[in-house]
């Protein structure tokens, strides 16, 4: 968001936070247009390479950032140096948790993704000044805390199809929010390999790679190029999902 000018068009809006996912559903919503302007202008938009780190476990937290698109993967390392899998993060997710100098995750770009970036110092500022902002982000917070639930559920009784199910109906929902909830079908790239896939769900791989088998000769979903799902009947997979 560097050199942003204001138009006329947009209510002294910056142009490039016009049409961003995190101003219409994310913690910049709080903002008006002033304090839009004023974070935009020390704000940077850029794109990270799959694999890449985006702020390691235990480092210190100088910038914070809006999930613009693609998904982030969130890590818990152990002290024998084990990682977990604990989340996923999706446009237009907040990346990093204010008040917390030190991070107690790792945030790693699961694929290409672009963010929107800005110093912890200038957000915490508007926080004190902006109630509103501290609510979005509580909000986030509270959103977190009530899928992590969810997924101790599902990681605790669910059978290892309805774990499947689960992971791609997640992920659906989070990709392609804009889909009409009463279609009937849904397309994404995976974000994460079988292995990661089974690291989150607590399965095997070749327990990972049976149970999408038999979606797909169920016709429930398409798998092209190893990685593309098509998924070809919602409600069939919800069923499946135990939801």
Request: glycine residues 6%.
């Amino acid at each position: 968001m560097s050199n942003v000018r204001k138009d006329v068009h947009t209510a002294g809006i910056p142009v490039l936070c016009v049409s961003c996912e995190a101003r219409h559903r994310g913690v910049c919503g709080a903002l008006n247009p002033e304090q839009l302007l004023t974070l935009a202008k020390s704000s940077s938009i850029h794109r990270t390479a799959e694999g890449e780190v985006l702020v390691g476990d235990a480092q210190d937290v100088e910038r914070y950032s809006n999930v613009l698109g693609g998904v982030v993967k969130l890590t818990k390392t152990l002290s024998d140096g084990r990682q977990q899998i604990v989340g996923l993060q999706f446009a237009p997710d907040f990346v990093g948790r204010p008040f917390k100098t030190e991070s107690v995750l790792t945030a790693e770009a699961a694929t290409e993704v672009d963010l929107c970036s800005f110093p912890r110092r200038v957000v915490e500022k508007m926080m004190a000044d902006q109630p509103d902002l501290q609510r979005r982000l509580l909000d986030q917070t509270l959103k977190e805390l009530d899928q992590a639930r969810d997924w101790m559920v599902m990681l605790g009784r669910k059978t290892a199809a309805e774990k499947v199910a689960s992971f791609l109906l997640m992920i659906a929902r989070n990709i392609r929010p804009s889909t009409d909830p009463d279609a009937h079908s849904a397309s994404f790239d995976l974000p994460l390999s079988r292995a990661d896939i089974a690291d989150f769900l607590g399965l095997t791989i070749e327990t990972v790679s049976r149970q999408m088998t038999r979606l797909r000769t169920e016709h429930i979903i398409r798998i092209e190029n190893n990685r593309h799902v098509i998924i070809e009947d919602f409600n069939r997979l919800v069923i499946r999902a135990g939801d």
